[in-house]
């Protein structure tokens, strides 16, 4: 309403840091079915949201498959085949809504140092 974008940094952290989560299931149900890999679902998800998505990749495999993710979320086809469900957009916020994990300023929220 304000014209104020959200980003979110390190939306891939369920599959990088916080493994066997909540999310993980459900993310691989809805790659498998849509014959993509687990970080351009969970991309798409970001995406379709309207938040902008910050990965930090400089790998030209990581940047094209994260490409394919964004033409997907957009509706344009290409590898990713066209947006997310609503119901997968839905299952996925559920499934995270069940855990929250900060790697990054922990002090600020109150929270031990990670080990």
Same mark, same amino acid.
Request: charged content about 15%.
């Given at each position: ?10 939306? &891939? ?6 493994? #066997? *989560?909540?999310?993980? !299931? ?5 790659? @498998?079915?849509? +014959? ?24 030209r495999d990581?940047?094209?498959?994260? &490409? ?6 957009? #509706? *344009?086809?290409?590898? !990713? ?5 609503? @119901?997968?957009? +839905? ?7 069940q855990l ?16």
């Open positions: 309403d304000h014209g104020i974008a959200v980003a979110g940094y390190s939306g &891939l952290m369920s599959l990088t840091h916080k493994t #066997g *989560g909540p999310v993980d !299931a459900v993310v691989e149900r809805i790659a @498998a079915a849509r +014959a993509l890999t687990q970080s351009q679902v969970l991309l798409m998800w970001g995406l379709q949201q309207g938040v902008v998505v910050i990965t930090t990749s400089g790998k990581r940047l094209d498959e994260y &490409l394919a993710a964004a033409a997907g979320a957009a #509706g *344009g086809g290409g590898a !990713a085949g066209g947006p997310l469900s609503d @119901a997968d957009v +839905a299952a996925i916020s559920a499934a995270g809504a929250e994990f900060r790697k990054f300023w922990r002090s600020d929220f109150g929270l031990p140092p990670l080990q």
